[in-house]
């Protein structure tokens, strides 16, 4: 008899997924469809106010951003709680409900800008155009950056939780948001470059600007992870690393 032991697999010591039924599931399942409100609505909000830039100065530190930087970093916030919760497959699923939500959004506002403005409307023709007329590219450049940013944030954090048998909840956090932002960062101000919504000029000091903002960020969002999945462990009776079946 062979006395061989088996390949040790860090997924095996995570603990199976629980299947919830009744109330439990329902509950389950509009917590789920509230983080994903919140992550389509912050990812929209961010297609449509991204042209504005602001400065932020406090603690010695000074950046140039868009303001579509307050609300996008808690998309990875919400990623990043879904994916502890639900599991990726249904963090993967919000991310496409996000990208069908922006390409809806592009569509409505594409064919409002093409009707005119009535002659008493408060907003006419050429000021719906300077804030809504370069949308279609910048969406466009967003969304591929996106798109590869939040799968590799999902992929990351998955990688890790298995890596630390769903130990070190914060390691996760941040070793997969950082890096998907800073990719996603740098995807994004490439792309807007190159068909002229920014000067090439401004790369550089953007791109630094958004990295230190966004890391930043994703360090005090690590607080508010703790504060969610702690939540919804008691709520739901789950042990640490174990994801809810839905």
């Known amino acids: ?10 997924a095996s010591t995570l603990p199976p997924a629980r299947a919830l039924e009744g109330a439990a599931r329902d509950r389950a399942l509009l917590t789920y469809l509230m983080l994903a409100a919140v992550f389509v609505a912050c990812l929209v909000t961010c297609n449509l106010v991204f042209r ?110 298995r890596q630390t048998q769903g130990k070190h909840l914060w390691l996760r956090n941040n070793l997969s948001t950082i890096p998907s932002q800073v990719l996603d960062t740098l995807t994004v101000l490439l792309l807007l470059c190159a068909v002229g919504e920014l000067p090439w000029e401004r790369l550089g000091v953007l791109f630094l600007n958004g990295v230190a903002f966004k890391s930043l960020v994703a360090a005090l969002d690590t607080p508010l992870v703790y504060l969610g999945v702690g939540w919804m462990r008691r709520v739901f009776q789950l ?8």
Do not use: C
Request: aromatic share 14%; net charge negative.
């Open 239 to 246: 042990e640490p690393g174990q994801e809810i079946e839905l």
């Open 52 to 161: 504005k830039f602001f400065v932020f100065e406090g603690w010695g530190l000074s950046f140039e951003q868009s303001v579509g930087l307050l609300a996008y970093p808690l998309t990875f916030l919400v990623t990043d709680i879904i994916s502890e919760i639900f599991g990726p497959r249904k963090a993967n699923l919000v991310v496409l409900s996000g990208l069908l939500a922006s390409v809806v959004t592009l569509a409505i506002v594409s064919v409002a800008g093409q009707t005119s403005a009535a002659a008493w409307s408060p907003v006419t023709d050429g000021e719906f155009a300077h804030v809504f007329g370069q949308t279609a590219v910048a969406v466009g450049a967003s969304m591929a950056a996106y798109l590869l940013a939040q799968f590799i944030d999902v992929h990351f954090f998955h990688f890790w939780k």
């Open 1 to 10: 008899m062979s006395t061989t032991p088996a390949p040790h697999s860090t």
